[in-house]
């Protein structure tokens, strides 16, 4: 499995750059650097609520994710402070709601909410490709584990190109529901730039109830749009089913491609999209009930002791004219391959 998951194919062949993966002596955080430059970090303190990834930047320098709420950037939206980076978590596990936690939830209510914390980091290897693996504990507010997580990222790039591959297996350390819910699963928050342009006005409110509202047409850095596997484009990816989807548009004038890529093997697979014009990008399995309209549900039980494992592929490209289908399905297929 390990073989395969390092065969990773890049576009017109370009040379593979060295990865270094950095573990601070100081900080909960571990830096990956791809050619000699930050690509991302994997930040894992409590205070989070989740690991993640954070800052995604591209081969060429640009930032891909949002900056709120660890650094914000002039103009950028200020909802859903939950939303930091790259991250995988649930709405609805157990009766927990680990998807929305955050530091704007207010103490009395934490009871309601659940945490993953990171307690081992097995792996980080440096090399053509690189590798992080830890360990983490999925819990409640008295730290009582739910589930055990074991999560192992791969990365790797070209000139023009990043990888992050993620497997994640979920162990559970009691009978263990993930009931059918909106908010999951593997996602992304992106920059303010690869936000879908809009003329309507939005209303975003916070987890304190603060609400912000942008008037349509007044914000003029937006420029993204959706593309997924079966041809939808823009907001009306949301809800539908594909193998794969990107999100594209131009940050600093140069063109950036995000892609997720769904694993044949998942749960549900092809996934549905939770994919937003206001910059969230989720693919979410374990949605089917409200992406259905209420025609089906899915639910996902796992008893003490029995397993999961999800797989999937990111892809960051900064090609000129972006990363185009045939390419993202090569990438695609490459992946599907693997166990």
Known sequence: MITAMLCIVTVNAQKMQPVKIIQSATEKKIDVQIGGK?????????????????????????????????????GDPTDHPHHIGIWLNFENVNGLDFWNNSYAIPAAKKVKYGWIKTDKIIETTSGNTGVLAYHANWVNINNKT???ENTRFIFSGTAQQRIIDRITTIT???????????DGFIAIRVAHALQIPTN?????????????????????????????????????????????CKIFGKINNDMVSVVIIDHPKNQNYPTYWHARGYGLFAANPLGQKIFSNGATTKNLQLHNGESVTFRYRIVIDNSKKGINADA????AEKFGRVE
Do not use: C, H, M
């Open 172 to 182: 559970a350390d009691t009978t263990l529901l993930f009931t059918d819910a909106k």
């Open 328 to 331: 993202i399905n090569k990438l």
């Open 38 to 74: 930050l690509f991302t970090s994997f930040l894992y303190p409590d205070s989070l609520e989740k690991p993640v990834l954070y800052p995604v930047v591209s081969a060429n320098g640009n930032t891909v994710t949002r900056g709120f709420p660890l650094n914000s950037q002039p």
């Open 200 to 244: 309507k006005d939005q209303k975003f409110t916070d987890d304190k109830g603060n609400v912000t509202i942008v008037k349509g047409g007044t914000d003029k850095i937006p420029n993204g749009n959706y593309l997924s596997s079966e041809g939808k484009i823009g907001d009306s990816v949301w809800s539908t089913r594909a193998g794969w």
């Open 146 to 148: 739910l589930a055990q």
